[in-house]
Structures are given as C-alpha cells and as structure tokens.
C-alpha cells in the first residue's frame, strides 16, 4: 500500500464507482423559462449528423505543441545559449558544418585554418562571404 500524502487521500485502485449515463445521441428535453412577462416552455432536439466534418483538435494544437516541446529540448536550449553568447563562433560552426559534405578534407581543413588565423573582422567577412555562396549554391 502506498504511503498517503495527505490524511485525507483514497487508496489509488480502479474506480469501481463509475457508471454511465443515460444520455443518448439524439435527446429531446425541455427546458422552461420563467420571466416576468412570460412563462414559456421550449422543446427542443438535438441530433448528431455522422456526415458533418469536423476539425480534428489536433489540427490545431499540433503547430503550438510542437514549438513548445522543441524550445524545451534540453539541445535546442544549448544552441540557444550558445548563439546568443558567441554569435561570431556559432555562424562559423554553421558554416563549416554545412561545408563539410560539399569539400574535400583538404579544402576543409584549409577553410578551417582560414578562419583560425584571421581576426574577428576578416572571419566577418569571410563568414558573410562563404554565407551568400552557400545560399545561391544551396538555395537556403
């Protein structure tokens, strides 16, 4: 048996107390109205048509469910913080790592070399540079 939090908790079995009710698809009820100037009964039914189509709740949850779980994810977080702390070191990393398929280890390692030995204002460059050649190259 589970240790109760609280003195006042129920024992955590299956709800044996459950029951289902009498409602049925298509009901008729009525429903009274009582104003000061009038005193009036309305019927009213209610069906349900099979072939209305209705929009799934998921269809539009779907976009802001994922965007949460991906800004919780524990690697978009650190890419994040790492952007925002170095915005220089994460463009280059982005660019390498996109160069990388498109290069021989030669011309990468070269590349890489490039951008070591250069200071701040030459890797701006050559970062806007190897960026517009890679966006009319790969077209994004």
Not at 16 to 30: K, L
Request: glycine share 2%; no cysteine; charged share 25%.
């Amino acid at each position: 048996m589970p240790i109760r939090k609280y003195a006042n908790a129920r024992v955590t079995t299956r709800d044996s107390d459950y029951s289902v009710s009498d409602y049925s698809v298509s009901s008729v009820y009525t429903e009274t109205t009582n104003n000061i100037h009038s005193n009036s009964t309305v019927i009213h039914t209610d069906s349900v048509y099979t072939d209305t189509v209705l929009q799934q709740p998921s269809d539009s949850v779907s976009p802001t469910l994922t965007k949460t779980l991906t800004r919780m994810h524990p690697r978009y977080k650190e890419g994040k913080a790492k952007r925002q702390n170095d915005p220089l070191s994460w463009r280059i990393e982005k660019i390498l790592r996109r160069l990388r398929p498109m290069l021989s280890t030669e011309n990468f390692i070269e590349v890489s070399q490039e951008f070591t030995m250069s200071d701040p204002m030459q890797r701006v460059a050559l970062a806007d540079k190897l960026e517009k050649w890679l966006e009319s190259t790969l077209g994004g």
